[in-house]
């Protein structure tokens, strides 16, 4: 630890050994609250960042999850302190509907009023779930959602640090790079635009085979209320950045307030409503482009454009709306 606080760099390895120690209990909570200011203070290098998660998903709860083929996972970092409604969970359903096999890690919410195991609750998922049960309903169902409390006990050890910063740490990225079911695609929103190339770099370094990190204009998602700056890894290791407008792909422009979220219960009842075709608008809009991008991320759609047709005509079909009820049955049987 003391390279770290000499302000010099990690090697992939010694990261990994590093942040093993803290999450085996093995460091003081002053010498742990120290890395992490100190790391905050430096900034974390690829290198350090791709040696951190692997120790994290080296003491993960595994999710044995068996499909050939893309597996995604939606999450974001968090953090941006806007609050949306929930938008990626309500695209699980569109993109499960269409073929792609999703295992969501995610969490309760942090700095807003829903996160995804908020709102899935509020939906009548019952998420206490063993790693074989979640594997199945990946299998049968299309999506799982992984409960990241559930599937990383050793952030026992680091929750009280993290609690006394108060302060965003190294966590608020590794746990979207930690999916215990092995996801090799990956579509990742961040809070900071300057960690959208960073982070694509960690994740071609974690083996994930086609990636998007996102920041939308203050959310971590894609927006329709303005430009959303996109790094892409490929399947050939080729990782390029863009923007996407929402006017340049067929989607309107909006106000950020048409996208406001509330308690997880009134949530629940805009992602029902928004399945059943009952919301158009702005909602609507920023489902259909995640959507249709995760569907270009897993291979369903030729592009992002050919993406968001597809999600628009399995929201008109119905079924999007099937997949929530096929999806919350199955989490409710024993």
């Known amino acids: 630890m003391g390279d770290v606080f000499d302000g010099q760099t990690l090697s992939q390895e010694r990261a990994e050994m590093v942040m093993g120690h803290l999450m085996d209990g093995e460091l003081s909570q002053m010498q742990a609250a120290a890395l992490l200011a100190a790391l905050r203070t430096r900034g974390e290098t690829v290198d350090e960042i791709i040696g951190f998660a692997r120790a994290m998903r080296g003491r993960a709860v595994k999710v044995p999850v068996r499909v050939s083929g893309p597996l995604l996972d939606t999450c974001g970092t968090g953090g941006t302190g806007v609050n949306t409604f929930n938008i990626s969970t309500a695209s699980l359903f569109v993109l499960a509907s269409g073929g792609v096999k999703v295992a969501k890690h995610g969490n309760r919410a942090v700095t807003r009023k829903s996160g995804a195991a908020d709102v899935l609750e509020a939906l009548g998922a019952k998420l206490e779930a063993t790693p074989e049960r979640l594997a199945r309903s990946v299998e049968e169902v299309g999506l799982a959602f992984i409960f990241a409390r559930a599937h990383h006990p050793a952030m026992k050890f680091v929750a009280p640090i993290r609690a006394d910063l108060r302060a965003r740490t190294i966590f608020n990225s590794l746990g979207p790079l930690t999916n215990p079911a092995g996801a090799n695609r990956q579509l990742l929103g961040v809070y900071d635009p300057?960690?959208?190339?960073?982070?694509?770099?960690?994740?071609?370094?974690?083996?994930?085979?086609?990636?998007?990190?996102?920041?939308?204009?203050?959310?971590?998602?894609?927006?329709?209320?303005?430009?959303?700056?996109?790094?892409?890894?490929?399947?050939?290791?080729?990782?390029?950045?863009y923007t996407v407008h929402p006017a340049h792909v067929g989607l309107g422009f909006y106000d950020r307030l048409e996208l406001a979220g509330g308690t997880p219960e009134e949530n629940a009842v805009t992602i029902r409503a928004l399945l059943n075709g009952e919301i158009h608008g702005a909602k609507r809009d920023v489902v259909l482009l995640n959507a249709g991008a995760a569907l270009y991320l897993a291979d369903k759609a030729a592009d992002i454009e050919a993406g968001i047709a597809?999600?628009?005509?399995?929201?008109?079909?119905?079924?999007?709306?099937?997949?929530?009820?096929?999806?919350?049955?199955?989490?409710?049987?024993?």
């Not at 996102?214 to 209320?225: R, S």
């Not at 929201?315 to 024993?334: D, H, I, M």
Request: glycine residues 10%.
């Open 194 to 241: 300057a960690l959208t190339e960073p982070l694509a770099h960690v994740l071609a370094g974690l083996g994930v085979e086609r990636a998007m990190v996102v920041y939308g204009d203050g959310i971590d998602e894609l927006t329709v209320c303005g430009e959303t700056r996109v790094t892409e890894l490929d399947e050939g290791g080729v990782i390029r950045s």
């Open 310 to 334: 597809l999600a628009d005509d399995l929201l008109n079909s119905g079924a999007a709306a099937e997949k929530l009820e096929v999806y919350l049955e199955f989490t409710q049987r024993a």
